[in-house]
């Protein structure tokens, strides 16, 4: 069964600062592997994506990650956060033949104006 | 075109009471689930459905059932309503690659049903 760890369940930043949140997956088979957001009051949205070839993907509103295979990992970054971002944000894996998300425990991220 | 619809958006259960969440999507997706969202806990699945009829399992389903009569309905009943069932559920769709059927794991999320039982 796969499984996905978030370290850090909260972060607080002010603007401006660089973000990173770590996420790490446990499965044996070849994965995809994506960031959602939720914030404040709205549904989950897909922030990025990763199925194959370049292990750094870009998402949306300045989002990163980089898919690192040896040490199961995909971490988030944003090089500078604004106060819009305060958000929380959910690591996801999937087999590739697979059809079920498995979702990280979330982090919280509060950006300071 | 509304997306992924879920009702009701807030439910007060009684302990033993039952009750469905309804869930559409109008997106032709093949692909929908449930998942359950506790504070710190992330998004564990309930149920989800790879099409019209299929339905199964996922990591949490005791005390749910689900039907999936419909490409568009994939509705969540409560059967006997208990304290531990309070939550934000989420209902979800997804689509196939084009091509190969694989699902995209790209998930459109309804806006939640907040369920509380007392």
């Known amino acids: 069964a796969q499984s996905v760890s978030q370290h850090n369940h909260h972060v607080i930043l002010s603007e401006a600062a660089s973000l990173e949140l770590g996420c790490n997956y446990s499965?044996?088979?070849?994965?995809?592997l994506f960031w959602y957001v939720q914030y404040p009051g709205q549904h989950l949205q897909l922030l990025l994506k990763?199925?194959?070839?370049?292990?750094l993907v870009k998402g949306i509103k300045g989002f990163e990650a980089e898919f690192i295979k040896s040490k199961f990992s995909f971490n988030l970054r944003k090089p500078s956060v604004q106060w819009s971002d305060t958000a929380e944000y959910f690591c996801?894996?999937?087999?590739?033949?697979?059809?079920?998300?498995?979702f990280g425990g979330g982090t919280r991220v509060l950006v300071k104006p | 075109n509304a997306g992924v619809t879920q009702t009701p958006k807030f439910r007060i259960l009684k302990i033993g009471q039952s009750m469905t969440l309804q869930c559409t999507q109008d997106?032709?997706?093949?692909?929908m689930y449930w998942y359950r969202q506790d504070p710190g806990m992330g998004l564990k699945l309930i149920y989800y459905?790879?099409?019209?009829?299929?339905?199964d399992k996922g990591e949490v389903p005791n005390g749910y059932n689900v039907s999936r009569s419909t490409t568009e309905d994939f509705p969540l009943r409560l059967e006997l309503a208990a304290p531990s069932q309070t939550s934000v559920y989420f209902c979800?769709?997804?689509?196939?690659?084009?091509?190969?059927?694989?699902?995209?794991?790209?998930?459109?999320f309804g806006e939640g049903s907040r369920l509380t039982v007392l």
């Open positions: 979800a769709s997804s689509a196939p690659l084009s091509r190969r059927g694989v699902n995209t794991g790209e998930l459109f």
């Open positions: 990763y199925f194959s070839g370049d292990p």
């Open positions: 996801a894996v999937k087999s590739t033949a697979g059809n079920k998300l498995t």
């Open positions: 459905s790879v099409g019209a009829g299929i339905t």
């Open positions: 997106m032709n997706h093949n692909y």
């Open positions: 499965y044996g088979g070849t994965v995809n």
